[in-house]
């Protein structure tokens, strides 16, 4: 996989996403990082890539031309080599909001282009005549997409088969099977008086299967009961929910869980 930033602060990067599994994936070539200054395509002595709005107000905006010259350069380097350029996305705030759905579309592209605003944005004409999506990664506004473009870096290259020392890590996260993940304990067993649950140490792998998909049910209830989607579960499952609800909203503390079990019964 290969992501080539845009961006005018290059020495942000690798910045987080060379530590841990990322660097990592980076260090064994699964991931390439190609990080391209923006002014390098913006002419001297000044190498200015924005300009004041029109219309007047405050801030600057990137310039077209400098942004569709970085752009095509990656593409002719990228068909030079015999690959096939990827989308092209413009981190944004006005972006659809990334998703586990979108990172795992973008993370079997092979090649994304990712555009880092800056100040008040890039000129329209950059959107819409250049970006195939503009991505944003939340309801707030962030002086650069620099970050983002990290977080979208990170996220596709864990899915990345190989990329984590355990496949089986990716697909037990939170979002993979449509659910939130299990909650997850380790040593000591007990810790200020608060045990782990007893299952977790019986070394009877179905009931901890069981539990854990459990668990997971109820943590996705509990915190994010939009993401249920009841189609894909079976009957005790669906009928655990039901039980669920009468329990009462608004738990999402261990002690609930006890709470829950109680009201259960
Ligand atoms: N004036 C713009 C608006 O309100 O839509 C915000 C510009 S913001 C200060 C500068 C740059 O940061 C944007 O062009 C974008 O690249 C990036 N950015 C800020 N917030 C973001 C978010 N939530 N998701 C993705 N990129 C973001």
Redesign the pocket.
């Known amino acids: 996989m290969r992501f080539d930033v845009i961006t005018i602060f290059p020495d942000m990067f690798p910045g987080p996403v060379g530590e841990g599994v990322i660097g990592k994936a980076i260090d064994r070539g699964l991931v390439r990082l190609c990080v391209h200054d923006l002014r390098r395509w913006a002419d001297p002595p000044h190498y200015k890539v924005d300009d004041e709005p029109f219309g007047g107000g405050a801030g600057m905006v990137f310039t077209p031309q400098p942004v569709f010259d970085a752009v095509e350069s990656v593409r002719r380097e990228l068909q030079q080599q015999g690959s096939q350029p990827g989308p092209v996305v413009?981190?944004?705030?006005?972006?659809r909001r990334l998703s586990h759905g979108s990172v795992q579309r973008l993370a079997q592209t092979g090649q994304i282009t990712l555009i880092?605003?800056?100040?008040?944005?890039?000129d329209e004409r950059i959107r819409a005549h250049l970006v195939d999506e503009e991505?944003?990664?939340?309801d707030?506004?962030?002086?650069?997409?620099e970050l983002?473009a990290m977080v979208l870096i990170e996220a596709a290259t864990r899915l990345l088969p190989e990329a984590l020392g355990d496949p089986a890590s990716a697909r037990q996260d939170s979002f993979v099977e449509g659910l939130l993940d299990h909650p997850h304990y380790t040593r000591p067993a007990e810790f200020r008086g608060w045990q782990v649950p007893e299952v977790l140490r019986s070394g009877n792998h179905a009931a901890i299967r069981a539990w854990r998909r459990r668990e997971a049910l109820r943590n996705t209830f509990r915190k994010r009961p939009d993401l249920i989607d009841l189609g894909s579960l079976d009957d005790e499952e669906r009928a655990f929910l039901k039980r669920l609800e009468k329990c009462g909203p608004d738990k999402d503390k261990e002690s609930d869980r006890d709470a829950d079990e109680t009201a259960l019964k």
């Open positions: 413009l981190m944004s705030p006005q972006g880092c605003g800056r100040y008040e944005g890039v991505i944003s990664i939340g707030f506004v962030l002086s650069g997409g983002p």
